[in-house]
């Protein structure tokens, strides 16, 4: 267990509205990482971050947003949510070693 | 940028053995993990290989050849628990990013 908590765990939510996803680490990981999880497409990185404030682009940022102004907080905003953001968002940590990333439990996400 | 290729789907025995492999052609390569991943629940860490050679824990094994871009998963005295989606991931250069394969989904049969 890295204790790694994602919130909320479910949320559906209509197309245009905000949407904000949190991850939260106990154990003061620097590097911490979202992705997204769709049939036919696998992981991929939406945003990371290296520490606090800083943060980089993954492979499908394009209508996401992330801060982090604590360590043990990353927030994944949706601006304006539309139905191609329907998905499972993944959290994940980057351990001491600094090889392994360690996953959260998920955020299932439905855009009507 | 990186392609990393695996088998969609696969089948196997209760109690036999089984390969998954993985290819991977990428602009850079800093080791490659194999997650495993339950329907509904997270990905959990399997297997790293950084250097060429088979890497054993228990009845799970993974190969890596950086010069042929392939690795393998070997899963050995196949159990019902088993059945899962298996997850090829590269490192790249940096070592700060991980580019994922699209899994493979092992179903294990009586």
């Known amino acids: 267990d890295a204790g790694i908590t994602q919130s909320p765990r479910h949320k559906v939510t209509e197309t245009g509205t905000p949407v904000t996803l949190r991850c939260h680490q106990t154990e003061n990981h620097r590097y911490m990482y979202w992705y997204r999880q769709d049939p036919g497409h696998g992981l991929r990185l939406i945003h990371y971050s290296y520490g606090v404030k800083d943060t980089d682009k993954g492979e499908v940022s394009d209508g996401y947003s992330v801060s982090r102004s604590k360590t043990e907080d990353f927030l994944l905003t949706l601006e304006s949510a539309t139905s191609s953001q329907t998905s499972v968002y993944f959290c994940?940590?980057?351990?001491?070693?600094?090889?392994?990333?360690?996953f959260g439990p998920g955020t299932r996400l439905l855009v009507l | 940028g990186q392609n990393i290729d695996q088998p969609t789907e696969m089948t196997a025995t209760e109690g036999a053995i089984v390969q998954i492999n993985c290819t991977y052609q990428?602009?850079?390569?800093?080791?490659l993990f194999w997650y495993q991943q339950h329907a509904g629940e997270a990905p959990t860490f399997l297997s790293y290989?950084?250097?060429?050679g088979l890497e054993e824990k228990g009845r799970f094994s993974s190969f890596l050849s950086r010069s042929k871009g392939y690795s393998y998963l070997l899963l050995k005295e196949l159990q019902m628990k088993d059945s899962a989606s298996y997850l090829c991931?590269?490192?790249?250069?940096?070592?700060?990013?991980?580019?994922f394969g699209g899994g493979t989904r092992l179903m294990v049969k009586p």
């Open positions: 991931a590269v490192k790249n250069n940096a070592g700060n990013m991980l580019t």
């Open positions: 994940a940590i980057r351990d001491g070693q600094g090889e392994t990333q360690y």
């Open positions: 990428t602009s850079g390569f800093n080791g």
């Open positions: 290989n950084v250097l060429d």
